[in-house]
């Protein structure tokens, strides 16, 4: 049986206590996420293979609703901001609310029949994602984002779509700012 | 077709922007809700039909999950704090999440099968609500308690239990301070 519990998420942080699960995602593991593959391997050569993001999971398999908390660190591959791999969700008709809790950062959007939208993400935002709209988390800023999500339990993330084609768009910083540009590798 | 959107939310009033609904409970409206039915006509009459709390959605029935904030002024009826009514969600399987903006709280729990939790609600915390739990909220505090819930759009809320028989426990003020005490009304 389960029971109530008060999960305490730390906005500066991303910390989530209790958790049930974490994992992160270096540069290496986002090899083919970013446009430009030499900038990718010429920081991984200079700076080392860095922590992009980190998951933190509140998710009970007997519940129907999860959350928890993403932390994506600042920093570029050349002109492209720090990304999340972008994700559909398995069951299609499940939706995802994303609620900001510091820094600065642009959700990019993609829905199944390929129309883009973007949602500044900042404290006090709770962005709405609607089911079948795969997203991607994009910092922005020179600080940490961080985000609380809760999603239904059993949404279950396709990567796999993403990951083959990318996205139409891209987020790079043009002259100090975010600005979006088509993904000249984009194979939908 | 829906799409995405920013929704901020004012941890300080509460406020949702931009939101699809509202509504709010005064004294009046919960009558049969406090324990003291004297101490709440007395409070009616001598100081008005104040509000007790205001709930605001962001809701689309094409989506699975909704989400909104729900806005407890401080107060007292006697010795019992402002309260929600309390309900169960008419689709067991669904739980929910509280995640305090301001102010503190007491969120009361009763499992379907009658055993009592709380859980402290306080700036930060998420408190996770299992499926089949009854839940009220309780302002414990000088303040307003503001939080953000995230539930199934379809939950559904079953109030007339809880109307019908109360809760096996209340929250009372005794000498400036919450405790737990046995609810002398409850007709389970």
Redesign the interface.
């Known amino acids: 049986?389960?029971?109530?519990?008060?999960?305490?998420?730390?906005?500066k942080t991303g910390e989530v206590t209790p958790s049930t699960s974490r994992y992160s995602k270096k540069l290496s593991d986002l090899r083919g996420f970013f446009h430009d593959p030499k900038a990718l391997e010429s920081k991984i050569a200079q700076e080392g293979d860095a922590t992009v993001y980190e998951v933190i999971d509140?998710r009970?398999e007997?519940?129907?609703?999860a959350?928890g908390t993403t932390i994506m660190w600042p920093g570029k591959v050349g002109e492209e901001y720090y990304l999340t791999r972008g994700h559909f969700h398995v069951r299609r008709?499940?939706?995802?609310?994303y609620?900001t809790q510091s820094g600065a950062g642009l959700?990019l959007?993609e829905?199944r029949e390929g129309e883009t939208?973007t949602?500044?993400?900042k404290p006090?935002?709770?962005?709405?994602?609607?089911?079948d709209?795969a997203?991607r988390s994009i910092n922005t800023g020179p600080e940490k984002l961080i985000f609380?999500w809760?999603?239904?339990t059993d949404a279950g993330h396709e990567y796999g779509e993403i990951q083959k084609r990318g996205m139409r768009k891209l987020v790079i910083d043009q002259d100090g700012k975010s600005v979006l540009a088509d993904n000249p590798n984009y194979a939908g």
């Open positions: 049986m389960l029971f109530p519990e008060g999960v305490a998420i730390d906005g509140y009970h007997e519940s129907d609703l959350f008709e499940c939706g995802e609310a609620y959700l959007l829905s939208r949602v500044d993400m006090g935002v709770c962005t709405f994602i609607p089911p709209w997203h609380t809760f999603c239904a």
